[in-house]
C-alpha cells in the first residue's frame, strides 16, 4: 500500500534563507507521480511541484525544488530564499499509477513559519 | 482561466440533516476528486470521478456519496449528519485522472 511521511511537524526559518521539507514515501509500484501543494491559513490548497518516478531530472519551479532520492524513497521540497509569504502548511502526495483504483494521497503536513 | 469553485463556502448544520456540497472545475478538466479535512485525520480523500463515472472511492460509510455530471460538475452529499462530520471539504480538478490537481477553496461544514 502506497504511503505519504512527513516526520516534521513544524519548521522556523528566517526571510531569505532557504529551507528543506522533509517527505518520504513508500510503495511498491515503479511507475508513480509525487506532488507538493501549500495551503496558508486561508485553506486552499495551492499546486507547487510535480516529479514523475521516471523523471531523470529533478523538478525545479522558480523558488521550489524537489530533491528526488529514488533510492530512499525520498521527495524533499526545497524553498530558496524563504519569504514571509511562505509561511502555510506544507504537504507532500503521491498517486501510484500502475494500480487500478488508487487514489492521491497525503502527508499529515509540515508547518512552515517565516520570520523577519 | 477561472479556478475551482465551490458553493457553499461556510455551511452549519445539525446532527441528523442532510447536505449537498457544490464543485465547477476549471474548465476542460474532467476529473473531479473529493477531500475531507479534519485537524485529526489530516487530508482524507473520498471520492474520485471522470466523465461521470466514480473512478475511486475512499475509506468512508455510505452516508457520503457524491456525482458527477456531463458538464463535469460535481455535487457530494452527506445524509444523517453526525458531529465528526465538521470538516473542510475540498474538491479539486485536473485535466485528466493522473494530473496534478487543482484545488477550490473549500467547503467548511459545522455540524451542532
Known amino acids: 500500500a502506497q504511503k505519504i511521511t512527513q516526520t516534521q511537524p513544524g519548521m522556523f526559518v528566517q526571510e531569505k534563507e532557504a529551507v528543506t521539507l522533509d517527505c518520504t514515501y513508500d510503495?511498491?509500484?515503479?511507475?508513480?507521480?509525487l506532488f507538493w501543494y501549500k495551503q496558508p491559513s486561508s485553506g486552499e490548497m495551492i499546486f507547487l511541484i510535480y516529479q514523475g518516478s521516471y523523471d531523470q531530472q529533478n523538478a525545479t519551479e522558480g523558488r521550489y525544488s524537489l530533491n528526488f532520492q529514488k533510492a530512499r524513497k525520498s521527495a524533499n521540497l526545497v524553498i530558496s530564499a524563504s519569504q514571509l509569504g511562505d509561511s502555510a502548511m506544507y504537504f507532500c502526495a503521491m498517486r501510484e499509477l500502475n494500480q487500478a483504483g488508487t487514489a492521491l494521497i497525503f502527508g499529515k503536513g509540515t508547518t512552515l513559519s517565516v520570520s523577519s | 482561466k477561472a479556478g475551482v469553485t465551490q458553493t457553499p463556502r461556510y455551511l452549519i448544520k445539525t446532527r441528523g440533516q442532510q447536505v449537498t456540497l457544490s464543485c465547477s472545475p476549471i474548465s476542460g478538466h474532467r476529473s473531479v476528486s473529493w477531500y475531507q479535512q479534519t485537524p485529526g485525520q489530516g487530508l482524507q480523500f473520498l471520492f474520485e470521478?471522470?466523465?461521470?463515472?466514480?473512478?475511486n472511492k475512499g475509506n468512508f460509510p455510505g452516508r457520503f456519496s457524491g456525482r458527477q455530471f456531463s458538464n463535469s460538475r460535481s455535487e457530494m452529499n452527506v445524509s444523517t449528519l453526525e458531529l465528526g462530520d465538521s470538516a473542510l471539504y475540498l474538491c479539486?480538478?485536473?485535466?485528466?485522472?493522473?494530473?496534478?490537481?487543482?484545488f477550490g477553496p473549500g467547503t467548511r461544514l459545522t455540524v451542532l
Open positions: 510503495t511498491s509500484d515503479p511507475s508513480y507521480g
Open positions: 470521478y471522470f466523465s461521470e463515472t466514480q473512478r
Open positions: 479539486a480538478s485536473s485535466l485528466e485522472i493522473y494530473n496534478e490537481q487543482f
